[in-house]
C-alpha cells in the first residue's frame, strides 16, 4: 500500500462493503491503517458485517477525497477480535466520544490482498 492510499485511508470515511445471503454497505468512523499496512475497525455496530463475514471471510473497503476524486478500494480478508491493544484503544476512543453511553465490542482486522484505483481517469481500476 503506497503513501497515497494510506493517506486517503487515514483522512477520510471508509465504506465497508460484505455479502452472502444479504449484501451490506456502511460508513465507518472508527478506523485506522497499521504501520504493516493492515486496515482496523473498531465494532461499534456492525451486526450484519461480522454475519456476512463468518459466511465468507471477505471484505472490500472504500475511501475517496470528495475535493479531488482520488480514491481507492480495497479487497481483502476480515478477522474478528475481542481482546488486545487494539480493541483496548477503540473501546476508549468510542466511550469517551460518546461519554461511556456506547463502547466498541471488538475490532475487524483486515488484511489487504488487492488496491484498486477508484479516481476517475486513466488509472481507474488499476491494480496497485
Do not use: C, H, R
Request: avoid cysteine.
Amino acid at each position: 500500500m503506497n503513501e497515497n492510499v494510506k493517506k486517503i485511508f487515514k483522512e477520510q470515511m471508509w465504506y465497508l462493503a460484505t455479502y452472502s445471503t444479504e449484501p451490506n454497505a456502511v460508513p465507518v468512523a472508527f478506523k485506522d491503517v497499521t504501520d504493516d499496512g493492515k486496515l482496523v475497525v473498531g465494532d461499534v455496530f456492525l451486526e450484519t458485517t461480522l454475519n456476512n463475514i463468518k459466511v465468507n471471510g471477505k471484505i472490500a473497503v472504500s475511501a475517496s477525497d470528495a475535493s479531488t476524486m482520488e480514491g481507492y478500494q480495497i479487497k481483502g480478508t476480515a478477522q474478528y477480535i475481542t481482546e488486545g491493544p487494539i480493541v483496548d484503544t477503540f473501546k476508549k476512543l468510542v466511550s469517551d466520544m460518546f461519554n461511556g453511553a456506547v463502547t466498541a465490542k471488538g475490532a475487524l482486522i483486515i488484511t489487504p490482498e488487492k488496491v484498486i484505483v477508484t479516481t476517475p481517469g486513466s488509472d481507474n481500476k488499476k491494480e496497485l
